[in-house]
């Protein structure tokens, strides 16, 4: 069974640095992309990247380029979303997706930030 | 790619169909022939579903009541008969041409 488990809610605050993680099981982690995606409060779905485990190759929207990080770790089987300083702005729920058809996701992290 | 939906929102009366429509600012068609455009479900304090993959395949567990047609730019999913448990948020998203992935606006189902 397709599983994507993603951590708990944070709340930090601006200025501060998280990185929120997406852990795979129930398929083969390093051939298939995974996928994070914002949905800010009472919003659509926005499309952050993607990352393919196998060679780390990682594609990013122009939206959140130099915003974000992701990574993935292949021993875990562990995808990674990752901010050096957060913003108000940030306060989002935080979905990953497994490939570029969304066929699973995980149950999402709702990240506040908040002085 | 621009991709957009309407309505924005839906009111439908149990057991009536609904139809939502998305359209694209240029052809879904990939070089491979295929059709990278998906529809998904978002319900109350869930997390999104995938419905149809490659504009009309259904996905496992789906109800045969929803259907997805279309080609090029313009693209439909249709309700039959809408049940209580179809309330939610539909959305589009084409995945021919990215980065970026991109999503529709969504459409807002509700029941009258």
């Known amino acids: 069974e397709v599983q994507l488990v993603q951590s708990g809610a944070e709340v930090k605050k601006p200025g501060e640095s998280v990185k929120i993680s997406c852990k795979a099981s129930?398929?083969?982690?390093?051939?298939?992309?995974i996928a994070w995606v914002r949905q800010m409060p009472g919003q659509g779905l926005e499309w952050m990247g993607v990352?393919?485990?196998?060679?780390?190759?990682?594609r990013y929207s122009p939206s959140f380029q130099g915003q974000v990080t992701i990574s993935a770790d292949k021993s875990t089987g562990t995808a990674y979303l990752e901010w050096n300083s957060l913003k108000a702005s940030d306060t989002a729920m935080y979905y990953c997706?497994?490939?570029?058809?969304?066929?699973?996701w995980g149950q999402g992290t709702l990240v506040t930030v908040s002085s | 790619v621009v991709v957009t939906q309407s309505p924005l929102s839906l009111p439908v009366t149990l057991g009536q169909p609904a139809s939502i429509s998305c359209r694209s600012s240029?052809?879904?068609?990939?070089?491979?022939?295929?059709?990278?455009l998906h529809w998904f479900q978002q319900r109350p304090g869930q997390s999104p579903r995938r419905l149809i993959y490659?504009?009309?395949n259904r996905d496992s567990g789906v109800p045969d009541r929803f259907s997805g047609s279309g080609s090029g730019t313009d693209f439909t999913l249709k309700i039959s008969r809408v049940e209580a448990e179809d309330v939610g948020v539909y959305y589009c998203?084409?995945?021919?041409?990215?980065?970026?992935?991109?999503f529709g606006q969504g459409t807002r189902l509700e029941i009258k």
């Open positions: 129930g398929y083969s982690f390093i051939s298939n992309w």
């Open positions: 240029q052809s879904l068609v990939h070089n491979d022939g295929d059709t990278y």
């Open positions: 990352i393919y485990p196998g060679d780390s190759d990682t």
């Open positions: 998203m084409q995945g021919t041409h990215w980065p970026p992935i991109t």
């Open positions: 490659k504009v009309s």
């Open positions: 997706a497994r490939g570029t058809t969304g066929d699973f």
